[in-house]
């Protein structure tokens, strides 16, 4: 984590932040994991360099007219949802153009902006290279994405290249992904009560692939919220969670409330895209903008997720594969 340094000379005022998350909300989150994080690392790192932030939704940030010295505004971080309003992003636009620092958050995809994103190659490598090393052989990729999704994201590329990068160093041929759009909440509904829909459609995916011959022995999980659905839904196949298949998640929030309308079940493994990190680099970045030390052209910069070993209990007994080879 970067030390604190003597301020740039940015113009008197606050850093905006376009976001939908209010600061009350992720203050007080001090852990790496899901999307407060990547908000706590930005708020305080701006904190510690003497800058107050203001939290402000994209759609009264697009509203509002500006003069070219904007005035107030020492800076502005944005999130992927600002770059989907017409309005917010002109605003964003007419605000570099005037010389005020802009930077985009993670998963942003934009070449018009600074941006800092998670490394999700890298991360779909470390997960696929330690369910090889462990002994899974016939590795399923399995994307399911939220209903609103209306195009591939980039991100699920990255995944894709670092899933086919650690199977061809090991001499293993990828699989055929599945990807569907899994059920969202649906209106006066809980997440609990979606949840047996999502463990039927998920079973019914499963179930044709792990027909398969030779066998699936793994999931590669879009996110962790996945775990949910998934490890019923391989009770309702015939096949055990663990022993027969083990689950690689991703972005461990998989204890979290939100993922977890029943009891938690962690995922053997999971990647964390370390968010306060990437929150902390997103200042740094708009800071180094600030202070004129950038070249012009819009900067790319990637965080390193970590993986983390979750269900170790699952592997302390070596297990017979389907490929006469064990787990251990």
Known sequence: MTEPR????????????????????????????????????????????????????????????????????????????????????????RLR?????????????????????????????QATAWLIEHGCRRILRWWALAQHTRQRPAWLDARDAGYERALREAG???????????????????PAE???????????YLAERLADNPAI?????????????VVPALGLCGRDYGRDVLLAGYDNYWAEPQARPTPPVAPTITVDKNNQQIGEA???LLLE???????????????EPKLIVLSEACLAQPTDSPHGEKRA
Do not use: C, M
């Open 194 to 204: 979606t949840l047996p829909d999502n463990i039927r459609l998920t079973a019914g």
């Open 289 to 303: 903008r600030a202070a004129g030390t950038l070249p012009p052209e819009p900067q790319r910069r990637w965080i």
């Open 97 to 125: 153009d005037a010389g005020t620092p802009v930077a985009v958050g993670d998963p942003a995809e934009t070449q018009e902006f600074d941006v800092v994103r998670s490394d999700h190659e890298s991360g779909s490598y």
């Open 6 to 93: 003597t301020a740039p000379p940015l113009p008197h005022g606050a850093v905006v932040i376009v976001s939908r998350l209010t600061e009350a909300d992720a203050v007080p989150r001090g852990e790496p994991g899901w999307g407060p994080y990547l908000h706590y690392g930005l708020i305080r790192r701006f904190h510690r360099e003497g800058y107050g932030t203001l939290v402000i939704p994209p759609e009264p940030f697009g509203a509002r007219a500006d003069h070219a010295e904007a005035p107030g505004i020492a800076g502005v971080v944005a999130f992927p949802d600002t770059l989907g309003k017409e309005s917010a992003l002109a605003r964003l636009r």
């Open 172 to 190: 293993l041929d990828p699989l055929q992904p599945v990807e569907f759009r899994f059920l969202g909440s649906r209106a006066g509904q809980t």
């Open 282 to 284: 997103l200042a740094e």
């Open 217 to 229: 022995d793994a999931l590669l999980l879009s996110t962790d919220g996945e775990v949910r659905s």
